[in-house]
């Protein structure tokens, strides 16, 4: 008994049932392999180069754009904040090696340890 199962060759793909994402796989799977056998020898290159453009040209309308126009206006928040953190952090710093009683305080000393247990 012959316990391998043969599978017909695919000979062709019916391209209108691929969906958007499964459509630019395949291009890309075809560009793969044909790039791997060598275009030249395989007198495809013109055809290769042709089908290169066309998918690149179908990458970009499927690619989403990722930005918002909220993305530059949250850079410069985090941006300012971050300042913000870094100017606390100093002072703070600074006016725990103060000699001034009013800086070496129980209340604010409390208050240094957990700003900077908290930035750091």
Same mark, same amino acid.
């Given at each position: 008994?012959?316990?391998?199962?043969?599978?017909?060759?695919?000979?062709?793909?019916?391209?209108?049932?691929?969906?958007?994402?499964?459509?630019?796989?395949?291009?890309?799977?075809?560009?793969?392999?044909?790039?791997?056998?060598?275009?030249? $020898? &395989?007198?495809?290159?013109?055809? !290769?180069?042709?089908?290169? =453009? /066309?998918?690149?040209?179908?990458?970009?309308?499927?690619?989403?754009?990722?930005?918002?126009?909220?993305?530059?206006?949250?850079?410069?928040? $985090? &941006?300012?904040?971050?300042?913000? !953190?870094?100017?606390?952090? =100093? /002072?703070?710093?600074?006016?725990?090696?103060?000699?001034?009683?009013?800086?070496?305080?129980?209340?604010?000393?409390?208050?240094?340890?957990?700003? &900077?247990?908290?930035?750091?």
């Amino acid at each position: 008994m012959n316990y391998i199962k043969k599978h017909p060759m695919i000979n062709s793909i019916e391209l209108y049932k691929l969906r958007n994402g499964e459509y630019s796989q395949f291009l890309q799977d075809v560009i793969e392999i044909v790039n791997k056998n060598n275009p030249a $020898d &395989l007198q495809v290159q013109p055809q !290769l180069t042709a089908l290169i =453009a /066309i998918a690149q040209e179908i990458e970009s309308l499927f690619k989403i754009p990722l930005g918002s126009a909220l993305t530059q206006e949250l850079k410069n928040f $985090d &941006l300012l904040r971050d300042n913000a !953190l870094k100017g606390i952090l =100093a /002072i703070t710093r600074g006016n725990m090696y103060s000699q001034e009683s009013a800086c070496l305080s129980g209340h604010f000393f409390t208050c240094t340890k957990f700003v &900077l247990k908290q930035l750091n």
